[in-house]
């Protein structure tokens, strides 16, 4: 099971939308996902179909009082299980923050899910942040994907958790994390600004920038308001197109045949 933490400290950058419809995307190729939702605003929640009711989220495992596969729900979608949010995990934080073993507790959680085999990915969707919650998740990934807005603000919020990243790794923490990709999102390709930023970071991360590129959509925006993916809102649309290439570059880059991942989705 590879870890995957969808990451960006600034919110509305498409970070949640992104962990929605990549899972989406993966489990319809035949692959085997869990989505995390560790962001207390439960946004991933309620945006894939679940109704958040504070007793399923991740919680009582990172206190202690339970384990992660005791939380695992499957989702109304084949493929995709869930571990939802819900408002506890805002208050996980401060008693998070007292233990010693804080930023490793999620990592070390996740080990028997990893060794269960359940699963091909994990996606971590991640709190709009730089708290405990967010900083668990770079610990416990294998590797980051950041979806960056195609926006000049968003260029200095790449910088900023392109360091976090570098100083959990150096920390001995998770000496193995990558940054595994870029995603631009909200492109507007009526503006030069869209075009510089997307070029700006194709300058410094031209392994990391995915070819795909997610276009500024009313419907992106509308299909978590009625708890369904993008395939499912609006299914011929540009979104749906560009998250569909999302996920199959991802399985590209991880080496895994989409040809052979959607026939098992069959």
Wanted: hydrophobic share 40%; proline share 5%.
């Amino acid at each position: 099971m590879k870890i995957v933490a969808v990451a960006n400290q600034k919110g509305g950058v498409g970070k949640t939308t992104t962990a929605i419809n990549l899972s989406a995307g993966l489990a319809a190729r035949g692959q085997r996902v869990l989505l995390i939702d560790l962001d207390p605003q439960a946004n991933a929640t309620s945006g894939i179909g679940h109704e958040p009711n504070g007793r399923e989220s991740m919680y009582h495992p990172l206190i202690g009082e339970s384990t992660v596969e005791e939380k695992i729900i499957p989702s109304r979608l084949a493929n995709l299980s869930l571990i939802p949010s819900g408002m506890d995990l805002a208050g996980v934080e401060i008693e998070l923050a007292r233990m010693d073993d804080h930023l490793l507790r999620l990592r070390n959680l996740l080990t028997q899910p990893k060794e269960l085999n359940r699963f091909d990915f994990c996606i971590l969707d991640t709190p709009p942040s730089l708290g405990v919650l967010m900083t668990s998740a770079l610990a416990s990934a294998d590797e980051i994907l950041i979806p960056l807005q195609c926006e000049w603000f968003g260029l200095e919020g790449l910088a900023k958790i392109v360091q976090v990243i570098d100083q959990i790794r150096d920390s001995g923490a998770n000496p193995n994390v990558i940054l595994e990709g870029i995603l631009m999102t909200m492109y507007d390709g009526r503006t030069n600004l869209s075009r510089q930023v997307v070029d700006e970071v194709a300058n410094y991360f031209p392994s990391q920038l995915y070819k795909t590129i997610v276009p500024r959509s009313i419907r992106i925006g509308e299909a978590p308001s009625h708890g369904k993916t993008i395939f499912e809102h609006d299914p011929a649309g540009t979104g749906s197109k560009a998250y569909g290439e999302c996920a199959d570059e991802f399985l590209t880059r991880h080496t895994v045949s989409t040809a052979a991942a959607a026939a098992t989705s069959h």
